[in-house]
């Protein structure tokens, strides 16, 4: 076929070079071309059960899918840009090999425009399982590495200040909780997306009696996208998508926040894989944490992606528009993205060893126990929060005007019983200020203490197990509807009834 308009009934002219290129999709389309011709065949078999296309018509088509798929493993299936997209170059492959009397009824009953969408959310539910995958590995590895250390010593911070002492199990179960909701929002946005908008048509729906139940189980959907105009124009699934990344790329950027910072020699927590990090040019000495910071900083690209397929959305009328056009390679990008910063993370920190003696003695020389030590006055002493509060905070000023801290314990248990009047004796002081009896004390639901740190191990890995069923079940489901697409179609190749 010449470079002629394929759709030239309208047209006696071609398209002006500029927009040719301006308006081609098929750099992008390439990702889609699978699923194009899955629900080519999809379409087609429901045109057969419907009456529409005769089997002998089908038959010729359906094996001219057949050889497609394997010129497209065989990377021979070219997108040609002058057929502007994905759509038109499946359906003028069928046409060159089987001629118009039999390729030309490919396009019953359907739109370029359901079509586009159609294998958006084929190819993009696939996507989103290979995150959830991702984002379960990721947990899995913090939660092998919060078991082992339920006991592990650490200062936790608020304002980037010690706050109070907690676990490095307490540490991984944290972020172990936050990208649980990220497997949530995967599984709300999945059930969004995996509705069939085939048989919409171009906007209308067709007059053409079709059954759109049938190619929802041939394309595993779990069901249809009822409306036609809403199926063909809507976009929010893929803001949505959009929306969820951007979320797990924040929870993903603050792991990385505090793994950059440990990294550093005055935090000298942790020590990266080499693998995982680089050197410097000029200065020798230098063993940078780069793929973090770039896990960070590409976070920042998918905000903009969010912000990018908004920016299309506004305003756009209802139907179709060639704008939604530009969500695509955004959303190609992105889910890389994603899944990419997953990875690296993944391969990091399950690499990654921790400075276990330098965290604790960073707890014990701090005020850390000033909370605990406030607790204890308010148990023991019977007096209000305020004012064990104010007397605690009254001690830290001292010492602090002394250059001390509270490991310095003699110098700080005596300005404490002068303030409160020997309520405290020396050996309880030290107990209440040891950094293993604090940890233990804080057991109230969801703390510190290494129990309940251990039970909240458990209910993770449950409540990560269940979600790893699902995307199980969601995998088999559109495993089982290629299967059943497949045995339809080998059926109409070679029964010649």
């Given at each position: ?69 394997k ?8 997108l ?6 994905v ?44 995150l ?25 911070y ?6 109070q002492p ?20 995967f599984?709300?946005?999945y059930s ?59 929870n ?9 910072l ?9 020590i ?18 780069d ?9 920042g ?8 397929s ?18 695509r ?9 994603a899944?990419?910063s ?59 005007e ?46 510190t203490?290494?129990?309940e ?35 339809e179609?080998?059926?109409i190749l070679i029964?010649?009834d």
């Amino acid at each position: 076929m010449t470079s002629e308009r394929f759709l030239k009934g309208r047209f006696n002219k071609e398209l002006a070079e500029d927009v040719k290129s301006f308006i081609d999709s098929t750099s992008i389309d390439k990702e889609m071309i699978y699923e194009d011709i899955w629900g080519s065949e999809a379409h087609m078999l429901m045109l057969v059960k419907k009456g529409h296309i005769k089997k002998c018509y089908a038959r010729e088509m359906l094996n001219c899918l057949q050889i497609a798929k394997k010129d497209v493993k065989g990377d021979r299936f070219i997108l040609k840009p002058y057929l502007e997209d994905v759509h038109i170059n499946v359906e003028s492959y069928i046409i060159r090999n089987c001629g118009i009397e039999y390729g030309g009824k490919l396009h019953t009953a359907r739109s370029r425009n359901d079509q586009v969408v159609t294998d958006v959310k084929l190819h993009l539910r696939s996507k989103i399982l290979e995150l959830m995958d991702c984002v379960i590995e990721l947990q899995n590895i913090l939660l092998n590495l919060a078991l082992k250390n339920t006991k592990t010593i650490m200062p936790g911070y608020t304002h980037l200040q010690q706050a109070q002492p907690i676990t490095l199990g307490f540490w991984a179960t944290a972020y172990v909780s936050m990208i649980m909701r990220d497997l949530e929002r995967f599984e709300g946005l999945y059930s969004r997306v995996n509705r069939n908008p085939l048989g919409s048509a171009a906007l209308a729906g067709t007059s053409f009696n079709i059954d759109r139940r049938i190619t929802t189980r041939f394309l595993g959907f779990d069901k249809i996208s009822e409306h036609a105009l809403d199926a063909v124009s809507s976009r929010d699934f893929v803001v949505e998508t959009f929306s969820v990344m951007a979320i797990l790329m924040s929870n993903l950027s603050r792991i990385v926040g505090d793994i950059i910072l440990w990294n550093s020699a005055e935090f000298n927590y942790i020590i990266l894989p080499q693998e995982y990090t680089t050197g410097s040019s000029i200065m020798p000495q230098k063993k940078n944490p780069d793929a973090a910071e770039m896990v960070r900083g590409k976070t920042g690209a998918v905000y903009g992606a969010l912000m990018q397929s908004l920016s299309i959305l506004k305003g756009l009328p209802s139907g179709y528009n060639r704008d939604l056009q530009e969500d695509r390679l955004l959303l190609w990008d992105t889910l890389d993205t994603a899944r990419m910063s997953l990875k690296v993370l993944c391969g990091m920190l399950g690499g990654a060893q921790f400075n276990k003696k330098r965290m604790k003695e960073m707890v014990d020389s701090s005020f850390a126990a000033a909370t605990e030590l406030a607790n204890h006055l308010v148990k023991k002493n019977n007096i209000s929060f305020r004012e064990s509060h104010e007397i605690i905070g009254f001690v830290v000023r001292k010492l602090d005007e002394k250059g001390k801290t509270l490991a310095d314990i003699d110098e700080a248990f005596e300005i404490l019983n002068k303030k409160i009047n020997g309520n405290i004796t020396a050996n309880t002081f030290k107990k209440v200020v040891d950094s293993e009896n604090i940890i233990k004390a804080n057991k109230s639901l969801g703390g510190t203490a290494p129990r309940e740190v251990e039970r909240m191990i458990c209910s993770l890995r449950a409540d990560m197990k269940a979600h790893q069923k699902s995307v199980r079940k969601k995998r088999n489901k559109i495993i089982k509807a290629r299967e059943k697409t497949e045995a339809e179609v080998m059926n109409i190749l070679i029964n010649r009834d």
